[in-house]
């Protein structure tokens, strides 16, 4: 360290002083002191950490308080913002699981804040006085929108077929085809998952094909139920064969053994008409005669993270009344959220206006050439120096093992790096308030219109003028 370096240190302010400095005062009074020190330290050890670190140190020479003060400033508003915030999702992808999945439709918003404001009858029967149950909230408009016997509804989709699965086959074997036994991510192994519900796993058929006598030939005295899971996040190609859900139904009357399938992903509209893949709809699935039905509330259904199990009366109440169930079981907020959205789906064009995923999925390639658009003119004209902006056709996906094939197309907004890397303005655009999460595609960034919401643009306009001026 040379001696200019020493005298700058010399001349840091201490934290007693700063402390008492007008503008750190006026924090105070309303925040803790404990992260105002904190703050405080934080940014003096910076600073000193730089001074050390710069070898001419002309840059550095010019330390007024007044700088060091905006430094701890920032630092606390980094330590007192929340952890979990919201975020702009800019990668197209529309059920981005670590991104929260689905965006709730606005009415359960504003149920969750209405009746999570007051008590209310979770668990009351408002008639008898009595003790309640929370499933009967639910229970009516499952069985409305998909002609089920009953419902049940639980914390998650893994959670449904696990207690489905402790109910029907613990102790007991269950088959399952070999080109079934997939992982989710998030690591939900379906072989995992069924040795945790007890089941003894029976492997049919191979990777590629699996046939109905498979299935017939593995039946013992031992089988309790045969088990269906769609296979999400991975198709297989080519030669291929796969008993359809019908033949299972049909194998299991004949030998008195429970169907269940896992739908995983579970729509209760069929998208074929919107150019995607045909998928079997929960309805569907329903109308087989199948004896349980189990699927997620927050992948193409667009509502909140909860696991809805439909099914035949008797299993139901089985699946009720399993002790497991206690420690599975759907909360009050998550509840008000699903009921809210299942009520949107009693008119097909209510549900495909205001559910948010479901609009996302419907966006053109037209009206997505119209938002890009506007973002481009929201930026405006901008400095070259540091990146370029464009516009470029791609595609967006669904996400959230839902039709993982199809892509969508869409218009996205094309930053290519000049002066900065891909990888800073990635950066970057994730530290902004609030952080703006985009694709990196052959070092290009990517931002996606179709996951941006229409009030996000000006905030992402905003937030690339800023990094064009910054040098
Ligand atoms: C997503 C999925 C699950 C897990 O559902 P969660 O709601 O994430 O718990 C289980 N099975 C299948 C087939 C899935 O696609």
Redesign the pocket.
């Known amino acids: 360290m040379n001696n200019k370096q020493n005298s700058i240190l010399r001349k840091i302010p201490s934290v007693d002083y700063l402390l008492g400095h007008p503008s750190i005062k006026i924090t105070l009074k309303t925040t803790p002191r404990s992260i105002v020190l904190k703050a405080t330290q934080q940014t003096l050890s910076e600073i000193r950490q730089k001074i050390k670190a710069v070898e001419e140190d002309d840059k550095i020479s010019n330390l007024e308080v007044n700088t060091i003060i905006d430094l701890i400033l920032n630092n606390i508003s980094i330590l007192t913002q929340p952890s979990l915030r919201p975020v702009i999702n800019a990668t197209g992808i529309i059920i981005h699981?670590n991104l929260g999945r689905s965006i709730l439709p606005k009415r359960a918003i504003d149920q969750i804040k209405s009746i999570s404001s007051s008590y209310s009858n979770l668990e009351y029967d408002l008639e008898t006085g009595q003790r309640g149950s929370r499933y009967v909230h639910v229970e009516e408009i499952l069985k409305e929108l998909t002609g089920a016997e009953a419902s049940m509804v639980v914390n998650?989709?893994?959670?449904?077929?696990l207690i489905a699965l402790d109910t029907l086959a613990n102790g007991k074997e269950a088959v399952i085809s070999r080109g079934q036994l997939?992982e989710?991510?998030?690591s939900?192994r379906?072989p995992e998952v069924m040795k945790k519900g007890g089941a003894r796993m029976v492997e049919v058929g191979t990777t590629n094909k699996t046939t109905i006598k498979d299935y017939e030939s593995a039946i013992g005295p031992d089988t309790s139920l045969l088990l269906k899971?769609?296979?999400?996040?991975f198709q297989i190609i080519g030669f291929t064969e796969d008993v359809n859900l019908d033949e299972l139904v049909a194998l299991g009357r004949k030998k008195s053994l429970c169907v269940m399938e896992?739908?995983?992903?579970g729509c209760l509209l069929d998208f074929s008409s919107y150019g995607l893949k045909k998928e079997p709809t929960v309805q569907e699935s329903v109308s087989t005669g199948v004896d349980i039905v189990?699927?997620?509330?927050?992948?193409m259904l667009g509502g909140p993270?909860?696991?809805i199990i439909l099914g035949k009366k008797d299993i139901i109440s089985e699946i009720k009344g399993n002790q497991l169930n206690r420690a599975l079981r759907i909360d009050k907020l998550t509840l008000i959220a699903l009921q809210e959205t299942l009520y949107l789906y009693r008119d097909k064009q209510n549900a495909l206006r205001n559910i948010p995923s479901l609009k996302a999925i419907r966006q053109s390639y037209k009206s997505l050439c119209l938002k890009a658009e506007r973002l481009l003119n929201l930026i405006g004209k901008i400095n070259k120096t540091n990146f370029i902006v464009d516009l470029c056709d791609g595609f967006s996906q669904i996400g959230?093992?839902?039709m993982p094939l199809e892509k969508l197309h869409s218009r996205l907004l094309c930053i290519i790096p000049v002066n900065l890397s891909a990888s800073y303005i990635a950066k970057y655009l994730r530290s902004y308030t609030p952080p703006i999460i985009t694709r990196l595609e052959k070092n290009k960034v990517l931002l996606d219109p179709r996951t941006i919401q229409e009030r996000e643009l000006v905030l992402v306009s905003d937030a690339l003028k800023g990094l064009s001026r910054k040098h």
């Open positions: 699981t998650n989709n893994a959670a449904a077929v997939i989710i991510g998030g939900f379906m899971v769609h296979t999400s996040n896992d739908l995983g992903s189990t699927f997620s509330g927050d992948k993270q909860c696991g959230g093992g839902a």
